[in-house]
């Protein structure tokens, strides 16, 4: 399968259901999902490459629906991907919810980054810096920026949201 089919699969669903994929034509943005394959970090363009066996793929998707957005995405390993892809996905995971467990009234933001952070170095991987997580509602992306790592924020807000993505180095 290629990922501009999947994207072309997901965008007739969301029609179909009466929502509008958030990210085409958000900026420039081309395609109506993210789909990240192997060492893109996020944010990938849906293309014609044919995904292989031994692929991580990270499908994104947001979606306009009843005046908010909602973003999700999940990395999948195809039925060849190797133990060292299978733990990058597995911490990442566990990385995203040790980071939401922490949320609530009175938290700061940075407390997300720390359990973040913890989970990634006691696994033996490191955070890209480049990417940070971020608020959504009534607007695609917005306030407050949530840093994936280790960085003192003393903002408190009862509500975050943030993701973490895969990223594998060949």
Not at 6 to 12: A, F, K, T
Request: proline share 8%.
């Amino acid at each position: 399968m290629k990922t501009d089919s999947l994207d072309h699969l997901v965008h007739e669903e969301i029609i179909r259901l009466g929502g509008y994929p958030s990210p085409l034509n958000y900026m420039g943005f081309p395609k109506s999902i993210c789909t990240s394959v192997n060492n893109v970090v996020c944010h990938g363009i849906p293309d014609n490459r044919e995904l292989e066996s031994t692929d991580m793929i990270n499908v994104d998707v947001t979606v306009y629906y009843n005046g908010y957005h909602g973003d999700t995405s999940r990395t999948v390993a195809l039925p060849e991907v190797d133990d060292a892809g299978h733990r990058l996905i597995a911490t990442a995971e566990t990385a995203l919810h040790a980071g939401v467990s922490v949320c609530g009234p009175g938290v700061p933001l940075s407390a997300i980054g720390n359990a973040v952070q913890d989970v990634v170095d006691l696994a033996g991987f490191t955070i890209c810096k480049s990417f940070l997580g971020h608020g959504i509602g009534d607007d695609f992306h917005t306030m407050p920026d949530v840093l994936p790592y280790v960085e003192p924020m003393p903002l408190p807000l009862p509500l975050t949201w943030s993701a973490v993505e895969h990223c594998r180095i060949r």
